[in-house]
């Protein structure tokens, strides 16, 4: 695998390298950091969204992702637009968008380049709401879609892009609200619930409300870097819960960097998987890769076959309930699909040179000596 491969998004602008980079040419600039942890040029942000705003959106959704962004954007809380940008647009940006809590919003500025934007999110209203097409708004998605940029449809907004075609014969995340009525209307297009997103590669998808912050700090993770996307997820006061959604595997696994985008969808669908049976094959079709090449490019990244990997994910977050859930060793070994709870002590002694009585036992002390 070419390891030194950029990510799809910094492909589409010749003159971008990947986050990280420092030899970047678009608009330097130098700014010192006001906490002087990061004296470096800052030029182009990291990663730059473009937000498209139907009537009656959700606020959650705007601000979950904003807020996210805003976080990473600086080493502070200092609220500077410097790793990551967004900017509202509409056709005329003096014309504010009514949320459906009532409260207005004014875009920052009309339709620019797509080409400027590392994605370009669609925020849906109302179901009622869907057909209220916001002037140009429609014809800018398709352009951004045809430019090559990424197009992501929040909340009712994968609404709008099934109607615009580009969800055709794809997998999208809906909101299980929503669920039922967007498979009869886009029998063409594979509806899932119970996701907080899912990565198309060149379309992404999101349930929205709390499930936004979870698709940001991908984003953020892959474009600014994991210390980025850590910092987003601690500012956010994201809640400690015991069960497998993005944020808490997230906290359980860290970050896995990836730049072989089909590794790195594979690597995300085991990690949406952890507590549902999942078989290299069926890995290899998602990714739409032969089961061989899915172990070669496994073996050559991580030095282990895709079913020891996935084994050695699902060690891992049991290895985190352990130290941070009440669930009981037994509870954790069926959650995690082991046969029973002998199965897993032994199999998580031979990863880990420990048993989960000895992690348990260790969080217990660690407990009491912090009372």
Known sequence: MDRDRPMKAANRHPGRKPAGSADRSHGRQLVDDIDGLDARPVLRPDLKIGVVLWPEFPLMSLAGLVEALRHAADFGDNSQRRRCDWTIMARDPSLSVRSSAGVTVRPDRSYQDPADFDYVAVIGGLLRSLSSAPEGARAYLRRAAEAGVPVIGICTGSFILAEEGLLDGRRACLHAYHLEEFRESFPHVRAEANLDYIDDGD?????????????????????????????????????????????????????????????????????????????PQWLADQVHVSRRQLSRLFAEEFGQSPGAFIRTTRLRYGRWLLQNSSESVTEIALRLGFSDCAHFIRTFRQEFDTTPGAVREARARSDKVMA
Do not use: F, W
């Not at 998808?205 to 980025?228: F, K």
């Not at 850590?230 to 860290?254: C, E, F, W, Y």
């Open 203 to 279: 379309v992404l998808t999101c349930a929205g409300g709390i499930s936004i912050i979870s698709l940001a700090s991908e984003l953020i993770r892959r474009h600014c870097g994991p210390d980025r996307a850590t910092k987003t997820i601690h500012q956010m006061s994201v809640a400690n819960r015991a069960d497998a959604t993005p944020l808490t595997v997230t906290q359980a696994l860290g970050y896995t960097r990836v730049a072989d985008p089909r590794l790195r969808r594979a690597v995300l669908l085991i990690e949406q998987s952890l507590v549902r049976p999942i078989s």
